[in-house]
């Protein structure tokens, strides 16, 4: 595994989760008795190569997040790490309006000598050790980065526009051959996302509400194209309360097989 470069991991937690629910913050939602937030941050931990994490939290809400590192960093799991030396250092910041503004938030944070930045959504807590490896092998051969992403499979329909004799009704059926869906991790040189920053913020006003992911970002700066690493479909982001119930099965299913 590449580890002689100084990589950090940016973890989005601060949006609302408002499809999961407008009270309970899915982030601290319980599968199979650990949080989605701790699963994420310990399937992450798996790469030993991250030297450290920043936390981007909603405004002012820090303390369950941190105590939620605390205990994850004192299990026995992660016993090892600490046994090693190797635990990783752990930076909290404030998020933003969106998710690109809590991004480059947590840009703003990382160590000025952090190389690679592996942006990876706080709510896919299935992330598996091998994506991680081959989404960052990708990263240092790419101008840009490289992203985790699964071809699309399903028959893609786009609706007429919302009009009275219209409404909900297929105008025509989407070619699927190249279209992809985008996952995290995705990994950028920190440079690199930096000056696509840079580029967006001169011409689109804060915070970027219509960009979705870093990678979109990377293109509508006209920066060297982002490269695609085919993922796993089991590694889903958690949004609404059905993806927690599936988390759970999913759960029985790897643990069956000896994965907890």
């Known amino acids: 595994m590449p580890q002689q470069l100084k990589i950090y991991a940016l973890i989005p937690a601060g ?23 701790s ?45 090693a030396g190797a635990v990783p250092e752990f930076i909290y ?8 503004a809590s991004v480059y938030n947590g840009l703003s944070a990382l160590p000025t000598d952090c190389d690679l930045v592996v942006i990876h959504d706080a709510a896919r807590p299935f992330i ?11 990263a240092q051969k790419s101008e ?42 995705q990994v950028f040189w920190k440079k690199t996302l930096e000056k696509a920053y ?10 970027w509400h219509t960009v979705t992911d870093d990678a979109q970002l990377i293109e509508l700066a006209s920066l060297p194209p982002v490269s695609l690493v085919e993922g796993k479909a089991g590694n889903i982001k958690i ?11 999913y759960i029985r299913v790897i643990s069956e097989n000896g994965v907890t």
Not at 69 to 81: F, G, N, P, R
Not at 93 to 100: E, I, L, N, P
Not at 130 to 138: F, L, N, Q
């Open 15 to 37: 949006g609302s989760g408002s499809r999961y629910s407008e009270t309970e913050n899915k982030l601290l939602a319980p599968i199979a008795g650990k949080t989605v937030f």
């Open 39 to 83: 699963r994420t941050i310990a399937a992450l931990m798996q790469y030993t190569g991250i030297a450290g994490f920043v936390i981007v939290h909603p405004p002012g809400v820090k303390g369950p997040y941190q105590q939620e590192i605390e205990h994850l960093v004192l299990s026995q799991k992660a016993q090892d790490l600490v046994n």
């Open 93 to 100: 910041t404030d998020g933003g309006k969106s998710r690109c």
């Open 128 to 138: 598996d050790l091998e994506t991680i490896v081959e989404v960052i092998k990708a």
């Open 144 to 185: 840009s980065g490289a992203i985790a992403a699964i071809k699309v499979v399903n028959t893609l329909k786009k609706q007429h526009a919302d009009t009275p004799s219209r409404a909900k009704t297929i105008e025509k059926t989407i070619a699927r051959d190249k279209l992809w869906q985008a996952q995290t991790p």
């Open 198 to 207: 840079k580029i967006i913020s001169a011409v689109y006003t804060a915070p």
């Open 239 to 249: 949004t609404t309360p059905e993806d927690t119930h599936l988390a759970n099965s």
